[in-house]
Structures are given as C-alpha cells and as structure tokens.
C-alpha cells in the first residue's frame, strides 16, 4: 500500500509520510537505548505495500511493541526479546538510527553478531530442511 523512500529528514510513502525524529522521539520516550532501520526498505528490496521496520533495543524495562507509540505504518521490533535469526539479522545489516547508549550498543552488537554468525549455519540447514518437508507436503 505505501512506498517507502529515504528523504533528507526521514521516511516518505506514498501519501504518508513519517520523519525519523518522530520515530526517535517515541522509542526515546519508551526507554529505548539505540534503534535501528531494517528490513526490506533498509535491503534495497521494498515492495508497494512494505512499511517501516524498526528495532530498538531498551536494556530494562521491556515493554511490549504495541505499547510504544511509533506512527502508523511503523512495525517495532523490540530487541530484548527478539529470536537470534532476527535480532543477528539486524546486528549485521540494520542501519543504526539512533544510539543513546554507546557502550551498551557495542556490547549488543558484538555478542548478537558472535551467536548469530555461529548459529547461522545450523539456521540456514534448519530452514532448508523446513522449506524441504513443506514442498514434499505440497506433492
């Protein structure tokens, strides 16, 4: 429904558009530490109806992502409790979009990254093997 596009104050769509201070702004608000920008918009790969996706990363109190009020058209990942294949995902290709909490950044960073680049083979067999059993299902 809407495309995204990287503006020089942040995000536009087609007839919606969100600026990253907003997006900060509310993260920042919740208690967020850093965030970043991922997923398709971030990949270079959108689609028509894509939104924004953003991930942030609070270090305490955790709320849950429908509790923080980014703008519509945002989808929130909240990175505490974030499964390694999505979190590792956004570690190594996220675009960082805000950081408050440097040391804490670095230390996220570097231990997701370090799981999940271990973990990734056994991720890429497991979803081969998933993608395989749902295609012998289908014959």
């Given at each position: 429904?809407?495309?995204?596009?990287?503006?020089?104050?942040?995000?536009?769509?087609?007839?919606?558009?969100v600026e990253e201070?907003?997006?900060?702004?509310?993260?920042?608000?919740?208690?967020?530490?850093?965030?970043?920008?991922?997923?398709?918009?971030?990949?270079?790969?959108?689609?028509?109806?894509?939104?924004?996706?953003?991930?942030?990363?609070?270090?305490?109190?955790?709320?849950?992502?429908?509790?923080?009020?980014?703008?519509?058209?945002?989808?929130?990942?909240?990175?505490?409790?974030?499964?390694?294949?999505?979190a590792g995902r956004?570690?190594?290709?996220?675009r960082l979009l805000?950081?408050?909490?440097?040391?804490?950044?670095?230390?996220?960073?570097?231990?997701?990254?370090?799981?999940?680049?271990?973990?990734?083979?056994?991720?890429?067999?497991?979803?081969?093997?998933?993608?395989?059993?749902?295609?012998?299902?289908?014959?």
């Amino acid at each position: 429904m809407f495309r995204w596009s990287a503006t020089e104050n942040g995000w536009k769509s087609v007839g919606v558009a969100v600026e990253e201070g907003t997006i900060v702004a509310a993260l920042r608000a919740a208690g967020a530490l850093f965030g970043y920008l991922h997923g398709s918009q971030v990949g270079g790969t959108p689609r028509p109806d894509s939104d924004l996706d953003v991930a942030a990363h609070f270090g305490g109190r955790t709320p849950a992502a429908w509790e923080v009020p980014v703008p519509p058209d945002v989808d929130l990942l909240v990175l505490d409790d974030a499964p390694l294949y999505l979190a590792g995902r956004i570690a190594v290709r996220g675009r960082l979009l805000f950081d408050d909490d440097p040391s804490a950044r670095v230390v996220w960073e570097a231990n997701t990254r370090t799981m999940y680049l271990d973990e990734l083979p056994y991720i890429e067999h497991m979803t081969r093997e998933y993608l395989q059993a749902v295609a012998r299902g289908r014959r």
